[in-house]
Protein backbone atom coordinates (compact mmCIF):
# COMPACT_ATOMS: atom_id res chain seq x y z
CA UNK A 1 0.00 0.00 0.00
CA UNK A 2 1.38 3.32 -1.08
CA UNK A 3 0.93 6.05 1.60
CA UNK A 4 1.95 9.71 0.62
CA UNK A 5 1.68 12.70 2.62
CA UNK A 6 0.60 15.42 0.32
CA UNK A 7 0.09 17.86 3.47
CA UNK A 8 1.21 21.75 4.02
CA UNK A 9 0.47 24.08 6.26
CA UNK A 10 1.36 22.51 9.45
CA UNK A 11 -1.31 19.46 8.41
CA UNK A 12 -1.24 15.70 6.85
CA UNK A 13 -3.07 15.01 3.90
CA UNK A 14 -2.70 11.58 2.47
CA UNK A 15 -2.79 9.99 -0.69
CA UNK A 16 -3.43 6.08 -0.41
CA UNK A 17 -3.39 3.04 -2.50
CA UNK A 18 -1.74 0.04 -4.32
CA UNK A 19 -3.32 0.16 -7.77
CA UNK A 20 -5.45 2.27 -9.43
CA UNK A 21 -6.89 5.16 -8.26
CA UNK A 22 -5.70 6.61 -4.89
CA UNK A 23 -7.73 8.15 -1.97
CA UNK A 24 -6.99 11.28 -0.89
CA UNK A 25 -8.04 11.41 2.77
CA UNK A 26 -8.59 15.26 4.13
CA UNK A 27 -7.57 18.50 1.99
CA UNK A 28 -6.54 21.72 3.12
CA UNK A 29 -7.73 25.42 4.16
CA UNK A 30 -10.01 27.33 1.49
CA UNK A 31 -8.36 29.37 -0.43
CA UNK A 32 -4.91 26.76 -0.92
CA UNK A 33 -5.55 24.82 -3.74
CA UNK A 34 -2.41 26.02 -5.50
CA UNK A 35 -1.10 24.50 -2.24
CA UNK A 36 -2.76 21.12 -2.90
CA UNK A 37 -1.86 21.09 -6.06
CA UNK A 38 2.00 22.03 -6.02
CA UNK A 39 2.50 19.29 -2.86
CA UNK A 40 0.87 16.66 -5.65
CA UNK A 41 2.88 17.38 -8.80
CA UNK A 42 6.17 17.20 -6.16
CA UNK A 43 5.34 13.81 -5.72
CA UNK A 44 4.45 12.98 -9.28
CA UNK A 45 0.22 12.78 -8.69
CA UNK A 46 -1.88 14.59 -11.05
CA UNK A 47 -5.06 15.80 -9.02
CA UNK A 48 -6.91 13.65 -11.83
CA UNK A 49 -5.35 10.55 -10.18
CA UNK A 50 -7.89 10.55 -7.44
CA UNK A 51 -11.58 9.79 -8.05
CA UNK A 52 -13.02 10.04 -3.93
CA UNK A 53 -11.99 12.12 -0.62
CA UNK A 54 -12.51 11.04 2.73
CA UNK A 55 -12.83 13.85 5.38
CA UNK A 56 -11.74 12.82 9.00
CA UNK A 57 -13.75 16.00 10.32
CA UNK A 58 -15.53 19.04 8.91
CA UNK A 59 -12.72 21.54 10.26
CA UNK A 60 -11.47 24.10 8.15
CA UNK A 61 -8.38 22.35 8.09
CA UNK A 62 -9.46 19.36 7.03
CA UNK A 63 -12.29 20.23 4.29
CA UNK A 64 -11.70 23.54 3.32
CA UNK A 65 -10.99 22.36 -0.30
CA UNK A 66 -13.65 20.06 -0.03
CA UNK A 67 -16.17 21.59 -2.53
CA UNK A 68 -13.42 23.16 -4.82
CA UNK A 69 -11.97 18.96 -5.08
CA UNK A 70 -15.32 18.01 -6.14
CA UNK A 71 -15.70 20.87 -8.85
CA UNK A 72 -12.00 19.56 -9.81
CA UNK A 73 -13.99 16.01 -10.31
CA UNK A 74 -13.66 14.40 -6.76
CA UNK A 75 -16.58 12.93 -5.03
CA UNK A 76 -16.81 13.47 -1.42
CA UNK A 77 -17.45 10.51 0.66
CA UNK A 78 -19.51 11.77 3.56
CA UNK A 79 -19.55 8.87 6.40
CA UNK A 80 -22.60 8.19 8.60
CA UNK A 81 -23.09 10.82 10.94
CA UNK A 82 -20.95 13.70 9.36
CA UNK A 83 -23.73 15.43 7.16
CA UNK A 84 -25.37 17.24 9.68
CA UNK A 85 -21.56 18.89 10.44
CA UNK A 86 -20.42 20.02 6.99
CA UNK A 87 -22.95 23.06 7.61
CA UNK A 88 -21.55 24.11 10.43
CA UNK A 89 -18.18 24.33 8.83
CA UNK A 90 -19.34 27.88 7.56
CA UNK A 91 -19.22 29.32 11.00
CA UNK A 92 -15.59 29.09 11.04
CA UNK A 93 -14.65 30.91 7.49
CA UNK A 94 -13.89 34.04 6.98
CA UNK A 95 -14.87 36.11 3.48
CA UNK A 96 -11.26 36.36 3.03
CA UNK A 97 -10.76 32.71 3.25
CA UNK A 98 -12.74 32.16 -0.42
CA UNK A 99 -14.85 29.15 1.42
CA UNK A 100 -16.88 27.43 -0.91
CA UNK A 101 -20.20 25.86 0.10
CA UNK A 102 -19.92 21.92 0.07
CA UNK A 103 -23.09 21.08 -1.77
CA UNK A 104 -24.66 18.53 -0.06
CA UNK A 105 -26.50 16.34 -2.99
CA UNK A 106 -23.67 15.38 -4.72
CA UNK A 107 -21.91 13.58 -2.45
CA UNK A 108 -21.49 9.79 -1.91
CA UNK A 109 -23.15 8.45 1.46
CA UNK A 110 -20.83 6.09 3.20
CA UNK A 111 -22.42 3.87 5.99
CA UNK A 112 -19.51 2.59 8.16
CA UNK A 113 -20.72 -1.15 8.42
CA UNK A 114 -20.40 -0.68 4.06
CA UNK A 115 -16.75 1.15 4.36
CA UNK A 116 -15.03 -2.01 3.82
CA UNK A 117 -16.62 -3.43 1.15
CA UNK A 118 -16.26 0.32 -0.66
CA UNK A 119 -12.84 0.52 -0.11
CA UNK A 120 -12.04 -2.66 -1.12
CA UNK A 121 -13.69 -1.92 -4.66
CA UNK A 122 -11.11 0.97 -5.02
CA UNK A 123 -7.99 -1.29 -4.05
CA UNK A 124 -7.73 -0.49 -0.26
CA UNK A 125 -8.26 -3.14 2.38
CA UNK A 126 -9.28 -1.42 5.33
CA UNK A 127 -12.42 0.56 7.14
CA UNK A 128 -13.89 3.48 8.36
CA UNK A 129 -14.71 3.81 12.39
CA UNK A 130 -16.41 6.47 13.81
CA UNK A 131 -13.88 7.95 16.34
CA UNK A 132 -15.03 11.01 18.27
CA UNK A 133 -13.41 12.67 20.68
CA UNK A 134 -11.98 15.53 18.66
CA UNK A 135 -15.19 16.12 17.22
CA UNK A 136 -18.30 14.10 17.13
CA UNK A 137 -17.83 13.63 13.53
CA UNK A 138 -14.60 12.32 13.91
CA UNK A 139 -13.76 8.87 11.64
CA UNK A 140 -10.46 7.16 11.21
CA UNK A 141 -9.47 5.28 8.74
CA UNK A 142 -8.04 1.67 9.54
CA UNK A 143 -5.92 -0.51 6.77
CA UNK A 144 -5.71 -4.07 7.91
CA UNK A 145 -1.93 -3.85 7.47
CA UNK A 146 -2.23 -1.52 10.50
CA UNK A 147 -1.74 1.96 9.46
CA UNK A 148 -4.92 4.42 10.70
CA UNK A 149 -5.41 7.92 9.61
CA UNK A 150 -6.83 9.57 12.33
CA UNK A 151 -7.39 13.28 11.67
CA UNK A 152 -7.33 14.94 14.82
CA UNK A 153 -7.62 12.59 17.74
CA UNK A 154 -6.21 13.81 20.72
CA UNK A 155 -4.31 11.70 22.63
CA UNK A 156 -5.52 9.66 25.57
CA UNK A 157 -3.63 11.72 27.97
CA UNK A 158 -3.90 15.37 26.82
CA UNK A 159 -7.71 14.93 25.95
CA UNK A 160 -10.00 17.70 28.17
CA UNK A 161 -11.79 15.77 30.95
CA UNK A 162 -15.18 16.53 29.12
CA UNK A 163 -13.99 14.22 26.29
CA UNK A 164 -11.62 11.83 28.00
CA UNK A 165 -13.94 9.14 27.60
CA UNK A 166 -14.84 9.23 23.79
CA UNK A 167 -10.94 9.87 22.66
CA UNK A 168 -10.17 6.44 25.30
CA UNK A 169 -13.05 5.06 23.55
CA UNK A 170 -11.73 5.73 20.10
CA UNK A 171 -8.48 4.74 20.81
CA UNK A 172 -9.66 1.14 22.03
CA UNK A 173 -11.42 1.04 18.59
CA UNK A 174 -8.66 2.33 16.46
CA UNK A 175 -7.00 -0.66 18.46
CA UNK A 176 -9.74 -3.27 18.06
CA UNK A 177 -9.65 -2.48 14.33
CA UNK A 178 -5.54 -3.58 13.81
CA UNK A 179 -4.57 0.20 14.04
CA UNK A 180 -0.80 0.14 15.15
CA UNK A 181 0.66 2.83 13.33
CA UNK A 182 -0.97 6.71 13.88
CA UNK A 183 -0.78 8.64 11.04
CA UNK A 184 -1.98 11.84 12.91
CA UNK A 185 -2.74 15.33 11.23
CA UNK A 186 -0.79 17.30 13.12
CA UNK A 187 1.75 15.36 14.38
CA UNK A 188 4.76 12.67 13.13
CA UNK A 189 4.37 8.71 12.60
CA UNK A 190 3.67 6.66 15.83
CA UNK A 191 3.08 3.28 16.77
CA UNK A 192 0.98 1.91 19.58
Given at each position: ?9 S ?64 T ?13 L ?26 R ?11 V ?14 L ?44 P????
Amino acid sequence: MNIVNVGYKSTNYFAIGSTGTPLLVDCGWPGTMPLLLANLKRVDIPLSAFQYLLVTHFHPDHAGLAQELKQAGLTLLVCEGQEPFIPQLKQWMKPEMHFHDITLHDNRALPLAESRAFLKAIGIDGQVIATPGHSDDSVSLILDSGEAFVGDLTSPGAAPDEHAAAVAASWEAIRTAGGRTIYHAHAPLRHI
